[in-house]
């Protein structure tokens, strides 16, 4: 019989949506890859109405990957991000931030690996738009 789910293990959706709330805040208040003309773009004609929407469906994304009751609704994440041209370095940068975000929470070392590797697997879908760059 398998143990718990990385979801259950993480703490639920409650400890999902604070940690993706904080990696959210993190990655616009360090401005994290606003070199990328896109991103800063982005965050500046749109973050601050959209952001708490993005919080929301990062939070199912992780909820729906790590094992929870939850289905992920927006798009497909190679579409959601292909215009805005990440490259794999930037992806790099915000997954430094995503594991600064889980040590803020004290998310130990197995749950986090996991969550890093399941963020990981993503960087192709990602960074595929950095091609047009």
């Known amino acids: 019989m398998a143990g718990p789910s990385l979801y259950e293990r993480l703490g639920g959706v409650y400890a999902v949506a604070a940690v993706v709330d904080y990696f959210s805040d993190q990655l616009v208040e360090k401005r994290t890859i606003e070199k990328n003309v896109p991103i800063k773009e982005w965050n500046a004609k749109k973050a601050a109405y959209?952001?708490?929407?993005?919080?929301?469906?990062?939070?199912?994304?992780?909820?729906?990957?790590?094992?929870?009751?939850?289905?992920?609704?927006?798009?497909?994440?190679?579409?959601?991000?292909?215009?805005?041209?990440?490259?794999?370095?930037?992806?790099?940068?915000?997954?430094?931030?995503?594991?600064?975000?889980?040590?803020?929470?004290?998310?130990?070392?197995?749950?986090?690996?996991?969550?890093?590797?399941?963020?990981?697997?993503?960087?192709?879908?990602?960074?595929?738009g950095s091609i047009l760059r």
Do not use: N
């Open 50 to 128: 959209r952001l708490p929407g993005l919080k929301f469906l990062r939070t199912l994304w992780v909820c729906a990957i790590s094992g929870g009751p939850f289905q992920y609704t927006g798009k497909a994440l190679g579409d959601a991000h292909f215009d805005f041209m990440l490259t794999p370095s930037e992806f790099d940068e915000v997954s430094k931030v995503l594991a600064e975000s889980l040590d803020h929470f004290k998310v130990p070392k197995r749950e986090k690996e996991e969550v890093l590797a399941a963020f990981e697997a993503y960087k192709p879908a990602v960074t595929a």
